[in-house]
Each structure stands twice: as structure tokens, then as C-alpha cells.
């Protein structure tokens, strides 16, 4: 069994054909890019393979830090499990190259796009495929200059800075404007498509934003729509969904709803999610953060001692004081 050890200790190494001598690989045997082959005849334990990569504990934390997202969730396993058999495949000398990784995450704000992506680099670097497995998020503003010749420099600087994990591209859409053929954006793009085309690269590129400019930006660069592996869509929360978002937001605080808030919250959202610049869980955060300042002068206005429950609950007159309730009807 001494080929499955090998490979365990080759987990999460770096891929990259050896770029810049990063610190470590002094002992020289290791082939950092390459999996530990193994005969034709062996046979490889897919739990021990899960073990090694780190798969379920980067799944279980998706689980448990994301309310709801099913479709979004069953989507992560099925790469994930792609992208374990490639691994095992790999190991018999089966797969090809490099599997392509570029992602597309679509949806509204505050839909938990940024917070997958951060999940997915790490799952692609417990998987081997990314040496690093951050993510660097950025938006037009930090790829494309203001004049000739800066945008290519900035491209390349914060490509610099993903290397090795995940460059999540918010709103990509903006980088491509209809009306403006000689925008630098185009530039920043084919910059991106450079890299992206060249899997061998030890980066995914993740685009982000509303789904139908999403659609409109490919079917103009249909060269970075043919990079994208993995579409995955976040939908709208259901009020019930903000609702446990909201609830898992203020445990994690130290905070919690007494009985009677737990419906005004309720009714907080049905009244919230029609309401313009609704943005999903970063609008349960925002309101929350505003409950909790309503809730500290509340209790600090009684001018008698706290104890731990006042000083925990949220009561229905700090939710009751937003605009939510007065606006309107
Ligand atoms: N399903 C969810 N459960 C719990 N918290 C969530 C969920 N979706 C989003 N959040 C939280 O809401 C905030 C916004 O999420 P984010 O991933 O930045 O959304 P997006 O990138 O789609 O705008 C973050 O603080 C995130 O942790
Ligand atoms: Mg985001």
C-alpha cells in the first residue's frame, strides 16, 4: 500500500511545473505536478481518497455555513466527485490534462456566490488542483486602467496575486462594454483568456453576476464562454430561507430572537425582499447589524442592570423601529 501513502503525502501540493522555487521542495524526489502512479492492478479506496483531499470537512462546512442553496450545494458534490475520479484516474495514467475549472456563479446579490468560491478554492486545493486555494476577488476597477497601457499591468498584477487559487471575477460583465469597441476592458479579457486557455496554469478563473448580463457578455466573447467548465446559479432566497440565514447569522453573534421578534422578523423580510436594493443574505446581515445598534440603545436607555438575556435577545421594537414598517402602506 505504500503507492496510496505516496500519493496521500503528494495531497495538496503544489502543481505548477515549477515556477518560481517556492520554499521546501528541497527533498528533490517529489514530483510536485504528478500524483503517485500506481500498477495497473491496484485498487484505490475512495474514502481514503476523501480522507486525503479533505473533501468532507470542506463539504460539511459548506453544509453547515450555508442555509438552504440545494441546487447550488448538489452541484459542488457532483464536481467534486468529477474531479476525485479524475484525480484516481490520474493515478492509473488514465486522464488526460488538466481538467478545465473555470467557473461561472450566477445570481443576485447576496446570494452566497462569493462564499462558495472561497468554499471552491479550497476544495480544489485539498483536491490538488490549486497549490495555494485562495481567492482573490476583484471587479473591473482592479483589471482595467484608465489609460493607454495600464490595463495590461493591472490585469497581469492581479492575476499575479491569484496564482495558485482562485481569481473571482465580480460582475465579469463589465469588462465588455457593447458600445465601446476600444474599451481597455476588451484588453483585460484577452489577457484573462490567455490564461485561462492554457489549463496547465495553476488558477480558475470564477465569473460572477446577474444571470442574463452573464449570458449577454458570453454570447459577445464567446471564446470565455467556451473556458467556462461549470455553470452554477444561485437562486433567490425564499423568505423562509433569510429567515434561518438570519437566525445562523445571530448565533454565531451571541445573539438571539425572543419569541415574540421571531415573527416581527418574519414579517421584517416578506416586507424587505419587495423593497428596492434588496440584496438577499446582505440584506438580512445589514439589517441585523442595524437591530443589534437599536437593540444596545434600548437596553442601555433602561438605565438599570443587564443581565445575560437582555443582553442576548432582540426584541420586536428593534426590528419594529426600521423603515421596513413605516414606509409605504
Ligand atoms: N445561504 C446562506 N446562509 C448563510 N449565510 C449566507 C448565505 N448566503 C449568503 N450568506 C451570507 O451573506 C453575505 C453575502 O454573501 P456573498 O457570498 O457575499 O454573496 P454574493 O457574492 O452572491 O453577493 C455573506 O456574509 C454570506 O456569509
Ligand atoms: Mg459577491
Known amino acids: 500500500?505504500?503507492?496510496?501513502?505516496?500519493?496521500?503525502?503528494?495531497f495538496g501540493m503544489p502543481r505548477s511545473p515549477g515556477a518560481t522555487g517556492d520554499a521546501g521542495s528541497a527533498g528533490g524526489s517529489d514530483e510536485p505536478a504528478a500524483l503517485s502512479p500506481v500498477a495497473p492492478d491496484a485498487r484505490l479506496d475512495p474514502e481514503e481518497e476523501?480522507?486525503?483531499?479533505?473533501?468532507?470537512?470542506?463539504?460539511?462546512?459548506?453544509?453547515?455555513?450555508?442555509?438552504?442553496?440545494?441546487?447550488v450545494k448538489t452541484r459542488i458534490r457532483e464536481i467534486a466527485a468529477l474531479l476525485?475520479?479524475?484525480?484516481?484516474?490520474?493515478?492509473?495514467g488514465l486522464a488526460g490534462q488538466r481538467p478545465t475549472l473555470h467557473m461561472c456563479f450566477t445570481?443576485?446579490?447576496?446570494?452566497?456566490?462569493?462564499?462558495?468560491?472561497?468554499?471552491?478554492?479550497?476544495?480544489?486545493?485539498?483536491?490538488?488542483?490549486?497549490s495555494r486555494g485562495h481567492l482573490v476577488a476583484v471587479t473591473r476597477d482592479d483589471l482595467v486602467g484608465q489609460y493607454v497601457g495600464h490595463t495590461a499591468p493591472k490585469t497581469k498584477e492581479v492575476l499575479k496575486r491569484a496564482m495558485g487559487g482562485v481569481l473571482f471575477v465580480d460582475e465579469a460583465y463589465y469588462l465588455y462594454r457593447v458600445d465601446n469597441e476600444r474599451d481597455y476592458g476588451q484588453e483585460s479579457i484577452e489577457i484573462l483568456l490567455q490564461v485561462m486557455e492554457n489549463n496547465r496554469e495553476d488558477l480558475v478563473v470564477i465569473g460572477g453576476g446577474y444571470k442574463d448580463r452573464m449570458d449577454t457578455f458570453f454570447s459577445a466573447n464567446?471564446?470565455?464562454?467556451?473556458?467556462?467548465?461549470?455553470?452554477?446559479?444561485?437562486?433567490?432566497?425564499?423568505?423562509?430561507?433569510?429567515?434561518?440565514?438570519?437566525?445562523?447569522?445571530?448565533?454565531?453573534?451571541?445573539?438571539?430572537?425572543?419569541?415574540?421578534?421571531?415573527g416581527v422578523w418574519i414579517e421584517y423580510l416578506r416586507r424587505r425582499r419587495d423593497q428596492p436594493r434588496f440584496a438577499n443574505a446582505r440584506s438580512v446581515?445589514?439589517?441585523?447589524?442595524?437591530?443589534?445598534?437599536?437593540?444596545?440603545?434600548?437596553?442601555?436607555?433602561?438605565?438599570?442592570?443587564?443581565?445575560?438575556?437582555?443582553?442576548?435577545?432582540?426584541?420586536p421594537e428593534d426590528l419594529l423601529a426600521s423603515r421596513v414598517f413605516s414606509a409605504g402602506d
Not at 51 to 71: F, I, K, M, T, W
Not at 288 to 312: D, Q, S, T
Open 1 to 10: 500500500m505504500t503507492g496510496v501513502d505516496a500519493g496521500r503525502a503528494a
Open 50 to 71: 476523501r480522507r486525503a483531499s479533505n473533501l468532507d470537512a470542506v463539504l460539511a462546512r459548506l453544509d453547515a455555513e450555508l442555509v438552504g442553496l440545494l441546487p
Open 84 to 92: 476525485l475520479v479524475d484525480r484516481m484516474r490520474q493515478r492509473f
Open 107 to 130: 445570481g443576485s446579490p447576496g446570494t452566497g456566490k462569493t462564499t462558495v468560491a472561497v468554499r471552491m478554492a479550497e476544495l480544489l486545493h485539498g483536491l490538488g488542483y490549486l
Open 222 to 262: 464567446p471564446g470565455m464562454s467556451s473556458r467556462i467548465a461549470h455553470h452554477i446559479d444561485f437562486p433567490d432566497y425564499p423568505v423562509e430561507d433569510l429567515a434561518a440565514i438570519g437566525r445562523l447569522m445571530l448565533a454565531q453573534a451571541g445573539y438571539e430572537l425572543s419569541p415574540d421578534a421571531g
Open 285 to 315: 446581515r445589514n439589517a441585523l447589524e442595524r437591530a443589534r445598534l437599536r437593540h444596545a440603545g434600548r437596553v442601555l436607555a433602561a438605565g438599570v442592570p443587564l443581565g445575560r438575556e437582555e443582553l442576548v435577545r432582540l426584541e
